[in-house]
């Protein structure tokens, strides 16, 4: 069972605390990557996000940041929104990644929960499961050896092309997923590892999901793969400082989320729900976190569980500290 933190490098305005800088938020998400390796923790993952209120424009920058400062940690996107992306570039950073950090690097393709990348890079967003579909095969085609001859709608072909610079072993590429039966099953059809983004509702209710997950692979004549889950929290000595911590930072992100979405505004008896122990929200203390967490992993048979604590932008000691705590005392109760 690996356990690790995400990011997207939030840099949101809580309360009378300005939002940070985006170098100062990049340079706290490079030394609590290194916080989250001092702790024993396995992998850390950068999303990719094209807003004000991310810094992670290119997380494999950031992970290279991070590559140079750690040695063990698994460095991970989280995600890369291969729908925009052009598949061969991506791949030529994530190999550089891979190379420089001895073997760490991984790729989450995701297709995106926000648009603003489609306009930015020219893409008609109404060809969103198309350019999903078509960068997906042509990504794990760069990964293999042999030359490649390719040809698809959004891209130039590519004739009798190796792609440069090869790793030293096929680049793991994970499917993420925040519910969709088509992006689980194409996982499994695929035999790709899956991670589930599960940032609303109850855990419990992703189980079909898996299901449809390993009939794919079975389908698909795979063998089991690793599945992931991603999920909100924050840890601290006291459940009553957990929730005093991160209530507000989180009902700020998440009811400025919902303006743009149409939800309304995250109140706190919806917090309570969601921090239940059938809920999405893992806060509180470490013994309180770790249940949860290993009753998830009990009820989807999970390999990884990735925490991500900055949802709305916490203080950066306060991140530390969650870290510490995940590794130290949530880490070997779960194992």
């Known amino acids: 069972m690996e356990l690790g933190l995400t990011t997207f490098a939030e840099r949101h305005a809580v309360g009378d605390r300005p939002a940070p800088s985006a170098g100062e938020r990049l340079r706290h998400v490079v030394e609590e990557a290194v916080a989250a390796e001092r702790a024993g923790l396995d992998v850390y993952g950068v999303g990719e996000h094209h807003r004000a209120d991310f810094a992670a424009s290119a997380p494999a920058v950031v992970l290279a940041t991070i590559a140079g400062r750690t040695e063990r940690i698994q460095l991970t996107s989280a995600v890369s929104v291969l729908s925009s992306a052009d598949p061969v570039r991506l791949y030529q950073e994530f190999a550089t990644l891979d190379l420089l950090s001895d073997g760490r690097a991984e790729l989450m393709a995701g297709r995106g929960s926000f648009t603003e990348s489609f306009p930015l890079f020219g893409l008609d967003l109404s060809d969103y499961d198309d350019l999903f579909d078509e960068k997906l095969g042509l990504l794990l085609r760069l990964r293999a050896d042999d030359p490649v001859t390719w040809s698809g709608r959004f891209r130039p072909a590519l004739h009798d092309t190796v792609v440069h610079p090869r790793t030293d072993r096929p680049l793991p590429v994970w499917i993420a997923v ?8 194409r996982a499994g059809l695929l035999g790709l590892p899956l991670a589930i983004a599960i940032i609303g509702g109850q855990p419990a209710r992703f189980r079909p999901l898996v299901d449809l997950y390993h009939r794919a692979l079975e389908q698909g004549g795979h063998d089991p793969q690793p599945i992931a889950v991603h999920a909100h929290g924050y840890l601290a000595d006291t ?5 005093a911590d991160f209530y507000a930072p989180y009902a700020a992100a998440i009811s400025g989320l919902g303006r743009e979405r149409g939800w309304g505004a995250m109140t706190p008896d919806q917090f309570e729900a969601l921090r239940s122990p059938a809920g999405s929200l893992f806060v509180g203390t470490p013994d309180r976190v770790a249940e949860k967490i290993a ?6 048979g999970l390999s990884r569980f990735m925490l991500h604590p900055s ?8 991140v530390l500290h969650t870290i510490d705590l995940l590794g130290e005392k949530v880490a070997p109760q779960v194992r």
């Open 295 to 300: 009753e998830v992993r009990d009820t989807l």
């Open 311 to 318: 949802v709305g932008t916490l203080p950066h000691d306060k």
């Open 239 to 243: 459940d009553e400082q957990a929730v």
């Open 178 to 185: 925040g519910g969709s039966p088509e992006s689980v099953a």
